[in-house]
């Protein structure tokens, strides 16, 4: 209510449809705040309360001030022992932890009313609102058989809705036809990304290898619409990272346009904002970055990038393929039935020559309008290039 009524926000998504743009709602079905009104009436009423078994109490009621020594996790399960995060209860039969790994819904003991009103919650937003998707907060603290319940009432709601899991390690568990259709790519784009460009720690060859799991572990569909985020409001920003090296963070961005999967801008990275641990990394937004030429012209390279992701359809459904991994030098084709791009990475210090065999006999530069004649082409230290093979010579 404080941001308008629902009304407004049926208005606001329309007009984004209207733009050609989705809106994706970031929700946490593991816990509730402690002043929502279900965990209200449990504290208030204890065991009389229809809500007292949404939550997972170990004693109450819970006194007021606590005794010395004390954590409101003596009392009932919280997100990591975090009082205002008291956790949800699925499954009546089991506590958390152990009822996140359950699978099948028979084995469970399903506290219904909880499914009914977490499920209406896709209702009203899928059905209601008329968004797009949603961003699961940890979903892996929900058990799998809810997630498999979920998925069928948004998809029945709208069938091209995008569901996206926070899941920090392999999640080729939550990647199919059951739960998510993709999850925030923090192991196998982030964290090798941080490693090879932000921090520059390992060589071509370590970070081709960290990337790879994704490519073999995930289905092809999922590789095309996983999350990949060069920064997110849990993490330190990419330039404070880096020690404000912007031209790392431009390696980083081409790579990020150009390689299989979604761009995620974390708001503020394309002016070159800094940030490190949660809160420092939501920072205001910086309005008067204009004063600043070189945050203009960040901000104009990611327009840049963006446009040419959308011309080429290429770097959203074409094939992906390694072709050079030489110390800090990357190289890599994406590719479909009208076009081939090639993506040529330079992240050390000193020029280096990409030899592009059997490719094509001259290129477009993307980035510069320029021809460029194969197969040996040399590009500045901390660079890269997006190259079009001229469509005669396409592969």
């Not at 948004?154 to 568990?173: M, P, Q, R």
Request: with cysteine.
């Amino acid at each position: 209510p404080r941001l308008g009524k629902t009304e407004d926000f049926q208005k606001f998504v329309k007009e984004l449809h209207k733009r050609g743009m989705k809106i994706i709602i970031d929700t946490a079905f593991n816990h509730t705040g402690d002043t929502f009104f279900a965990f209200r009436d449990a504290v208030n009423k204890g065991h009389e309360s229809p809500y007292y078994n949404w939550y997972e109490w170990k004693k109450w009621p819970i006194p007021d001030p606590l005794p010395h020594g004390e954590t409101l996790a003596d009392y009932y399960n919280c997100w990591w022992g975090f009082g205002e995060m008291p956790d949800l209860n699925y499954d009546l039969s089991r506590d958390t932890p152990h009822e996140n790994s359950v699978r099948n819904i028979s084995e469970a003991t399903p506290n219904q009313p909880l499914i009914d009103y977490v499920l209406g919650v896709a209702d009203y937003w899928i059905g209601e609102m008329d968004v797009d998707g949603f961003r699961l907060d940890v979903p892996n603290e929900v058990p799998f058989w809810f997630w498999e319940l979920f998925r069928k009432r948004v998809k029945t709601l709208k069938s091209d809705a995008y569901l996206v899991g926070e899941i920090w390690s392999n999640a080729s568990e939550w990647i199919n036809e059951k739960y998510f259709d993709a999850v925030m790519n923090y192991a196998y784009f982030k964290d090798p990304v941080i490693r090879f460009f932000a921090l520059r720690k390992c060589n071509a060859q370590t970070f081709d290898h960290d990337l790879k799991p994704a490519l073999s572990a995930y289905p092809t569909q999922a590789q095309k619409a996983l999350m990949n985020i060069l920064d997110s409001y849990d993490t330190m920003r990419f330039l404070q990272i880096a020690g404000e090296d912007v031209k790392r963070l431009r390696l980083a961005l081409l790579f990020q346009m150009t390689y299989i999967g979604v761009p995620h801008i974390w708001y503020g990275d394309e002016i070159g904002m800094t940030g490190g641990k949660d809160p420092d990394n939501r920072r205001p937004f910086n309005w008067n970055y204009e004063q600043e030429t070189w945050r203009v012209e960040l901000r104009d390279y990611y327009r840049i990038l963006i446009q040419l992701r959308k011309t080429h359809a290429v770097f959203v459904d074409g094939t992906f393929h390694v072709i050079t991994v030489a110390g800090m030098a990357y190289a890599f084709l994406r590719s479909n039935d009208s076009e081939t791009i090639v993506v040529l990475i330079n992240n050390s210090d000193s020029k280096h020559t990409f030899v592009l065999d059997n490719l094509a006999s001259s290129y477009t530069d993307l980035l510069n309008s320029r021809q460029l004649i194969a197969p040996e082409i040399q590009i500045a230290p901390m660079s890269g290039l997006i190259l079009l093979a001229n469509k005669e010579e396409k592969l």
